[in-house]
């Protein structure tokens, strides 16, 4: 079992930047990749940004060039800086962990909102 705690969600204008966290515990030594999703609603929750151990990354269309995803192993925390955020980017944001055998676990979420 794997816990993941987020914070950082905040509200923000437009332009702004802000940092999330997700703390992982529990079964950490079987993580593998560590990410964000968000979603909307009445929409589906979609892929915003993932990293794996070997730091490897991999980002949506949307965010490139302006998330930048990274994770301190000895924290146990995967972080996604959000610059020049704008109106579209709000949304609640759900920290993401795979572990090596393929469990899936998701965070509380975290509210991102973002003003014109």
């Known amino acids: 079992q794997v816990r993941l705690v987020e914070s950082g969600g905040a509200l923000v204008q437009a332009g702004g930047s802000l940092r999330l966290s997700c703390a992982a515990s529990?079964?950490?030594?079987?993580?593998?990749?560590m990410g964000w999703y968000r979603q909307t609603p009445g929409n589906e929750r979609e892929f915003v940004a993932l990293?794996?151990?070997?730091?490897?990354?991999n980002y949506a269309d949307s965010v490139k060039g302006r998330f930048t995803i990274s994770r301190d192993n000895a924290k146990n925390t995967v972080y996604l800086q959000m610059d020049s955020l704008k109106p579209e980017d709000t949304a609640v944001y759900y920290c993401?962990?795979?572990?090596?055998?393929?469990?899936?676990?998701w965070g509380q979420g975290t509210l991102v909102t973002v003003s014109s």
């Open positions: 993401h962990v795979v572990q090596t055998v393929g469990s899936v676990y």
């Open positions: 529990g079964s950490i030594f079987r993580i593998n990749t």
């Open positions: 990293i794996t151990t070997g730091d490897n990354t």
